[in-house]
């Protein structure tokens, strides 16, 4: 079971990659990516790449000239953006695409996105075990942040071995946990 790591910015549009620095002095940036690898980073360019300053304006779209790895970074260079002053304004705005322009996952594949909002349901008893309200990645592993009814937060891995069936229309994930685990 793998997942796709776009985070969703809006209802419109998902978060692929985030301008951390400069990169040279002919306007290149320096950008890290929430994709599983570079190769889905530069899928999501192809589909029509928008950046979203960081002063929450509208996402306005962007062509990109050039893009390349660079030391575990997707270095891109933006048209139109052609000096260091220029790439230094732009630090923090993240690269985003339209929803609905994603391009598809295979069978057994989530945007994180999806799986955020889901109920979690004991895939042996039915009884609700609460609901995901986020997803992180610690120590290299993906961690399911799951809020019980009484408000308390527990986290589980999102890992085969636990997850028993996803149900993306009904909204539900059934999950058949360790005894104990929601208590840590």
Known sequence: MTIADANTVEDDFI??????????NK????????TDTPEDFYKFLEQGAYLALPDNSEPKPIEVEDVWLHKGFVIVKIKGVDDMNAAQRLRGAQFQIAHNLRPPLAEGEYYLDQLIGLKALDAETGGELGSIFDMKTIAGNLLMEIQKPDGSVYMAPFVSAFIRGVDLKKRQIHLLLPEGLDQL
């Open 27 to 34: 306007g290149e940036v320096r950008v890290a990516f929430d």
């Open 15 to 24: 978060s692929f990659g985030r301008i951390v620095r400069t990169q040279g």
